[in-house]
């Protein structure tokens, strides 16, 4: 019961942090590998808060939440203003840069030892009692997200996303202000992300760089193009499917050093599979990469 | 109403544009014409903001809008179509005439969906005005070409312009399409909005235009009355190689 209950709690907190990333890569357009970045940084920002400075676990969330958008959008103002293929290796880059802090600045966020005992979160000052509650908790949030996403999508603002996705020369000709449009995008994903972050940090308690690397990234990025791009459904549909995958594999009797390396292999077959039968994805109605070069400029000669 | 002045646009030695002046009024009809390769094109994208000029001014209603972004230029009341078609095709007809609403407000604003119904009526109306009603719920991309060049005008509306740009808005479309396209035209400067239109077409747009200007080679050879134009022995030279 324990271990299905474990399944599901990490299945809500993907569902979390996918869909956060599939406002900017799905509905936008805007592929970024630096979400386990913004992950990690909601994740260590609660833990630090909570047991440095006591602060109350549904005050870490919110702190998470403004300081990762406040540093998405400091790197979104520039990388966001160069051409659109170079947008993807500036988040690398990032990526890259929040992995070496998190893994050596050691006096602030123990290094590659980590950060244990993080403590557990309390509604009320009541702890919750049982992973049972934990998954309720993780549950509801996850709810609030897919109802905050879902009443952005289909709002104007929603709609701008799918236009510029599909052909940004054509929407700036509408009087719309696309570089505007996409750091928001991109600013509010990584703000949500922080929340799975914060909560993955008070579920296992200890955290270490090793859950926030480029690797985590492109997991992420993958529940989102197996799930769907541009399908909320579809990011939830994603993340129970990746995430119980290896949990399949460990039930038909892999032992689990064989499991872990037959799992990194299983994920990039999917992606390759999907990429040629589905492009769109289990729940997606449009293929990853729907938008053709020659939108991206006014050639027209 | 749009001033431009001794504009320039070279590319890695291609002198796409050199040089040109003009002025455009508005509740007119201008024609832009020239051969292929006469830099017209680029002339739109500079006036819009997708070029920035090598040197030169464009004013538009004696505000200096040289080097604005584009979407600050649509807002500034400059709509335009492009000469590949440009349609949101995953989006429906009805939701790309809504895309065009309120050019130039704050991304704040387009997260209220207070005024989404008015809009939707307002959009209703548009496709109504290019005849594109019965298609409003289909994908944009469902449409025929002809149908598209409509919905693009139906969009560059929904900005409210004072001044509207066409790159070609009847090339590759059947006669009874273009008939109902410059019948279009006409209807919007009778409205009031100034139209300045490149066209190949040279029959539809001797009789369109109420003045037309000739480019060749980057530059512009003839600016005055259709008639007069026509008569133009350079014109003639131009074209005629
Ligand atoms: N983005 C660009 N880069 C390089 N050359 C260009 C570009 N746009 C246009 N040109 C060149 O400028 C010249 C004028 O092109 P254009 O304005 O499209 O002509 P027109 O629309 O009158 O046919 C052509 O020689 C074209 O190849
Ligand atoms: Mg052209």
Known sequence: MEYLLHILIMIGIYSIVAMSL??????????????????????????LLS????IPFWLCLPTGVILTAAIAFLIAWPSLRTRDDYFVITTFAFQIIVFSILNNWVSFTGGPMGIPGIPQPSVFGVPLPSHGAFLCL??????????????????????????????EIFVQSLGKNVTAYKMAAFVIGAALASIGGGLYAVYISYIDPTSFTVMESIFILSI?????????????????????????????GLPNAVAANVRQILYGVLLVLCMMYRPQGLFGEYAFNAHPKERKEVEDA | MLEIRGVTKHFDGVKAVTEVSCTIAKGAITGLIGPNGAGKT??????????????????FNSLEITGKPPYAVAAAGIGRTFQNLRTIKKLSTLDNVMLAFNPGASLFASLKKGKERQNRERAQELLAFVGLSDKAEEPAGELS??????????CC??????????????A???????????????????????VLVIEHNMEAVMEVSDRLIVMAGGRVIADGEPAQVRENSEVIEAYLG
């Open chain 1, 22 to 47: 599939n406002l900017p890569a799905g509905f936008t357009g805007l592929i970024s590998v630096a979400h386990a970045a913004f992950y990690g940084i909601g994740a260590y920002t609660t833990a």
């Open chain 1, 51 to 54: 047991l440095k400075a006591g």
């Open chain 1, 138 to 167: 993780v549950a509801a949030i996850g709810i609030a997200v897919y109802l905050f996403l879902n009443r952005l999508i289909n709002s104007p603002f929603g709609r701008i996303l799918k236009a510029i996705r599909e052909d």
């Open chain 1, 224 to 252: 989102v193009i197996i799930g769907g791009a541009g399908s909320l459904k579809g990011s939830v549909a994603g993340a129970a499917f990746l995430v119980s995958l290896p949990e399949i594999l460990r039930f038909v």
């Open chain 2, 42 to 59: 680029t002339l739109f994208n500079m006036i819009c903001g997708y070029h920035v000029p090598d040197s030169g001014l464009i004013c």
């Open chain 2, 145 to 154: 070409y002809g149908q598209q060049k409509l919905l693009n005008l139906a």
């Open chain 2, 157 to 170: 509306r929904a900005l409210d312009p004072a001044l509207l740009l066409l790159d070609e808005p009847v």
């Open chain 2, 172 to 194: 590759g479309v059947n006669q009874e399409m273009t008939v109902k396209i410059l019948g279009l035209l006409r209807d919007m400067r009778d409205e009031g909005i100034g």
